[in-house]
T-cell receptor, first 116, second 111 residues
């Protein structure tokens, strides 16, 4: 069975540019999450989708960050006017519906973003 | 605000030398405590979920336990392939589904 996939695996961009990171969740998982992980740190929550809508976007650091999930499956994290401080590994996770137990989050391999 | 503190930051063991990793947490109503393993350059791999104090779960050489303030990940007779960073995370009843992670314990098992 396929796990969570993320593309690209690596992205190098210049300060000020726009980037899009893609996440393809496990089939049948209605919940999707984005986290950001800096070197030597644990993942930090960014945003959570239940279906097509963002149920919790309180972790997005500022309005340069935006995420969509138009059909309730694939999600795209969009970063405008990138800054060097945005450099990190961006992780996507998915889970079954979160209303009950057994809602473990399964992570993809991440996209390593480097802003020069 | 939820807080998770893991100790030690790094741990070196000889193969077969058992030990424990600690995860202390502060949360407004625990919904679940999660342990993950992360290898370099990869995403976290799910290990266990614990829901209430006194609960224990085992998988091969790993055993996770939970109290009202902390969780332990016990590693019995570790092997070099157990070398990884172990992450602890909590989920609370107020904010629902987001995970709050600790900084992890980097475990190295020497042959």
């Amino acid at each position: 069975g396929a796990g969570v996939s993320q593309t690209p695996s690596n992205k190098v961009t210049e300060k000020g540019k726009y980037v899009e990171l893609r996440c393809d969740p496990i089939s049948g998982h209605t919940a999707l999450y984005w986290y950001r992980q800096s070197l030597g740190q644990g993942p930090e929550f960014l945003i959570y989708f239940q279906g097509t809508g963002a149920a919790d976007d309180s972790g997005l650091p500022n309005d340069r960050f935006f995420a969509v999930r138009p059909e309730g499956s694939v999600s795209t994290l969009k970063i405008q006017r990138t800054e060097r401080g945005d450099s990190a590994v961006y992780l996507c996770a998915s889970s079954r519906p979160t209303s009950g137990l057994y809602n473990e989050q399964f992570f993809g391999p991440g996209t390593r973003l480097t802003v020069l | 605000e939820d807080q998770v503190t893991q100790s030690p930051e790094a741990l070196r063991l000889q193969e077969g030398e058992s030990s424990s990793l600690n995860c202390s947490y502060t949360v407004s109503g625990l919904r679940g405590l999660f342990w993950y393993r992360q290898d370099p350059g990869k995403g976290p791999e799910f290990l266990f979920t614990l829901y209430s104090a006194g609960e224990e779960k085992e998988k091969e050489r790993l055993k996770a336990t939970l109290t009202k303030k902390e969780s332990f990940l016990h590693i019995t007779a570790p092997k070099p392939e157990d070398s990884a960073t172990y992450l602890c995370a909590v989920q609370d009843r107020v904010r629902g589904s987001r995970l709050t992670f600790g900084e992890g314990t980097q475990l190295t098992v020497n042959p």
